[in-house]
């Protein structure tokens, strides 16, 4: 008697576990289909997270990837907490050497930087060419009128800085010909363009476009004239050596950040409208499609890439300090998550 009263209560649980299971695989294959790829890449999501400090630009589409990646959930997937803080890449490497990040988005800073001694390591790029078009007055009509003008760059010595300064080479404008000038993120640059307190500014997308419907003109588009790695992450060898599998799950979330945005177009346009403030969706696409063709296949780069970001490097920075791809390259973790996510799709 005393079971018969009890089997109610336990086929009504019965019931209502069997009911929440159907609930969950009806929402499985309701969901959008980039949330189920979410869900499906990576197997159970490690908790509670490791607290990881990332250094980068903010408000630049070429990191874009690395803040999708967080937006989605896939650095989290890995167990990590991971923090973004908004940096240069100058400040950014010196909290990297100081400790106080343990991964910075740097671009050619910290091969600069291995020149003098550090060590460091490159284990992730998400572009491999440069995304910047070179904006002017539209009086200016040739690289040989920029004689005497002023062109804004994110900072001296920056990737930005460098690039410029290999454009106008390249089309025969010396490095006194011109007055390069510092001024931090693309929306001063863009603003100091549109009121006239400079000549030229390198812009990415999406301030290359907002230029391009306010009349000024398109001089250069550097990816024509040069190739060059950018955003970059480096770390340092002693992290490297001591949390091997951290930068391991940080280099496979990294990556899929970039899959997700290369197989979700309407998923990565909403994200980009978002994270660059954009309301006009031609210009989102624009830019979504600007940005498309300058990621990396799998965060990482040829060996000849390599040896001419080192190159560009000692040039820039009148060094004979030698230095082989291996002391300040290392891929083997994007490597290995590239084969460990390929057997999950």
Not at 127 to 139: A, H, I, S, W
Not at 216 to 238: H, M, W, Y
Not at 292 to 315: C, H, N
């Amino acid at each position: 008697m005393q079971n018969r009263a009890l089997r109610g209560p336990r086929m009504i649980k019965s019931w209502k576990v069997i009911v929440f299971l159907l609930s969950i695989l009806v929402m499985s294959w309701t969901m959008d289909p980039a949330a189920r790829l979410r869900a499906a890449e990576v197997g159970t999501a490690r908790t509670p997270g490791t607290k990881l400090r990332l250094g980068l630009p903010y408000g630049t589409i070429v990191y874009s990837t690395y803040f999708l990646a967080r937006e989605m959930g896939f650095y989290k997937d890995e167990g990590l907490d991971m923090e973004i803080i908004h940096v240069t890449s100058v400040t950014g490497l010196q909290a990297l050497l100081a400790g106080d990040l343990q991964f910075v988005g740097a671009g050619t800073t910290p091969i600069n930087a291995a020149l003098r001694g550090a060590k460091l390591k490159v284990v992730f790029v998400a572009v491999d060419r440069p995304e910047f078009d070179l904006y002017v007055n539209p009086k200016i009509r040739t690289f040989s009128d920029l004689k005497g003008k002023s062109i804004v760059v994110s900072g001296i010595g920056a990737l930005t800085d460098r690039l410029l300064r290999e454009l106008l080479q390249k089309n025969g404008v010396g490095p006194t010909d011109v007055v390069v000038r510092a001024m931090g993120s693309a929306e001063l640059r863009y603003q100091a363009l549109v009121k006239d307190a400079v000549d030229g500014s390198l812009l990415a997308p999406p301030h290359n476009f907002r230029a391009e419907t306010d009349g000024f003109r398109k001089l250069a588009f550097l990816g024509d004239f040069l190739q060059a790695t950018s955003a970059s992450i480096a770390i340092t060898e002693n992290f490297k050596s001591a949390d091997a599998d951290l930068v391991f799950r940080f280099v496979r979330a990294s990556l899929r950040g970039i899959y997700f945005y290369k197989q979700n177009r309407e998923a990565a346009l909403r994200f980009i409208m978002k994270f660059l403030g954009i309301q006009d969706k031609t210009l989102a696409e624009k830019s979504y499609g600007f940005h498309l063709t300058s990621l990396t296949s799998d965060g990482a780069i040829s060996e000849e890439l390599m040896r001419r970001t080192i190159e560009d490097s000692k040039a820039a920075m009148k060094s004979s300090q030698e230095l082989v791809p291996s002391e300040i390259f290392d891929f083997s973790f994007t490597g290995k998550a590239a084969k460990e996510l390929a057997k999950n799709r």
